[in-house]
């Protein structure tokens, strides 16, 4: 059984609102064959497929049906996870870690512009008797989470606006961001108002785009990057962690499953103080006040400091521990492989292969987080690492 594996190439589509032209096997088919080139592969060399896939999104059931061939799955093992492509990245993982397979393609792509109104998407997330009857949201949710937040910790709207702030800001040095421009804390707060005290600039878009990335067991990790040219970034831990379905049963102002996950992922990496041992972080922020949950979750910070970390700019380029160099999911979120994408911002910048979104110092080790369903109910975390 191989001891670890490693991420030897990766790619993605530049995000957008609309990609009018383009289904969803015109995004997902040329971004596996670009992760394929990316690591000197072929189709031939893929053992197994996983893709991150959504029926509701889609709009049709066993969605990545359509995607069998677009992901190269012909004759090959193949799955989906109906859940952001970033937990299809655990099952490849455990898939490589004990199983017969060697390399692994995982995908995802995220097709917004083509759903029906997110309100009733994200409503059927609730539970059918008391949750969707009073018409909860995604949004709705993340403004009773928000409000709860800031009502606890003393934490005020402005404060949080500094995260699209920098967020959008990172940004204009990623090629694939949607969202790319330089913005003030009173330009956020002027933002059209959403869902209080959520503004249009504290969200994420609507987006299109798909990702994906190759996984290989050690020996033939190295022997593709050898031969590639590049060096291998290595998975040194993962952890995931499901909190209550409902929002009432759960503690909204602090992330718990990402907390859970953080502990799992560090005790496999043998981290013990992330904001010393840490140099960079990608972080799935669907809205801005969120990623300040996630500083605290991570343990970069005490319950209710994260506002204030930001503020010392702890989590700039030029800080302590960046956070979404790449400008993060407010920069663009194609449901379904945000998390994935999270992934290969992180792994870039531990190869050094990040271009201008690279930070300065060297990056030993790098932390991926995503989340899954509403208000931070699922989390997974990952801490790459290089040779």
Known sequence: MPKRVAIVGWAQTRHERRKTLDNDWDLIYPTVKAALKDAGLR??????????????????????YTIVDGVG??????????????????????????????????SGYGKGSESVEFHWQTNTLFDPFYGQPLGLDALSAAGLQASAYFNRFGISEEQAALVPVKNKRNALRNPNAQVRKNLTVEQVMKSPPLCKPIK????????????ALVLATEERAKKICRKAGHKPVWLLGMGHCQEAFSLGARDLTFARAGQLAAKRAFQMARIRNPLQ??????????????ELMWYEALGFCPPGQGAAILEKRVTEMDGRLPVNPSGGALAANPMLATGLVRIIEAAAQVAGRAGKMQVKKRVRRALAAATNGVALQNCAVFVLGGS
């Open 277 to 290: 041992e840490l140099d960079v972080a990608e972080v799935y922020e669907p809205f801005g006040f969120q």
């Open 200 to 211: 249009r600039e504290d969200a994420c878009p609507i987006s299109d785009g798909a990702a």
């Open 43 to 64: 189709h031939d060399d893929i053992d197994v497929c996983l893709e991150g896939a959504s029926d509701y999104l889609d709009g049709r059931g066993i969605s990545n």
């Open 73 to 106: 799955g012909q004759l090959k093992e193949e799955a989906k996870v109906s859940m952001d492509a970033a937990y299809a990245f655990i099952y490849a993982a455990q898939r490589l870690l004990t199983g017969p397979f060697e390399v692994a393609i995982v």
